[in-house]
């Protein structure tokens, strides 16, 4: 049996609560953006995270609501997003805190930054990856703000790499769950795709 959901009637936090219950794993956009000002970095991860092409390789995150990074990327045109690994598990949901608008969670959680290739945001140093980017463009969706940003360079720390591939098993990296919970890549299983020319018949 199953129960009924209705979003029409619903109130917007329960039913909020629900879709990040069972839209899981989310991967996590570790975004850092500077102030219009120049002067701040901020840190923020989101959730709402994924690639959303190939050529050109574009990513894209949602902010829900107009927070700062949203204004800063609106402001600048760039952003980084660093990869969020299981290590910097307490870092990565300290920056999730609503500092005041001219506080940088870079320092006031006590991450340290590096400078990036080619776009003015830092990255978090300890990360092992980042995506240096540029903005693509941006699709208001009611509450939300897709921000689409164009990868114009990748940096990898060459630990996490296997053959010059990133290595799952190094990555670790973290997910959002459903409430106050975080995934792990605690199991792993592999299997590759049947091509229909050798797809079993009879």
Not at 55 to 60: A, K, L, N, S, W
Not at 95 to 116: K, L, N
Not at 134 to 155: E, N, P, Y
């Amino acid at each position: 049996m199953r129960v009924d959901f209705d979003p029409k009637t619903m109130p917007r936090g329960d039913f909020y609560r629900l879709l990040t219950a069972v839209v899981v794993p989310r991967p996590i956009a570790w975004v850092s953006t500077v102030s219009p000002d120049g002067f701040t970095a901020n840190l923020a991860p989101h959730s709402f995270f994924t690639i959303a092409c190939v050529e050109p390789p574009i990513v894209q995150f949602t902010s829900v609501g107009r927070k700062d990074t949203l204004r800063n990327v609106e402001a600048s045109g760039e952003f980084v997003v660093s990869f969020a690994p299981e290590e910097l598990f307490e870092q990565i949901n300290a920056t999730g805190t609503d500092f005041p608008a001219g506080e940088g969670e870079f320092e006031a959680v006590g991450i340290r930054p590096e400078p990036s290739l080619l776009v003015k945001p830092p990255r978090v140093a300890a990360s092992p990856v980042a995506l240096e980017c540029r903005l693509h463009s941006t699709v208001r969706l009611g509450d939300s703000t897709v921000v689409f940003g164009r990868v114009v360079h990748a940096a990898v720390d060459d630990s996490v790499l296997v053959d010059g591939h990133p290595e799952i098993t190094r990555l670790r990296p973290l997910s959002r769950l459903g409430r106050n919970q975080w995934g792990t890549t605690a199991g792993i299983r592999e299997i590759a795709r049947i091509p229909y020319g050798e797809w079993p018949r009879g």
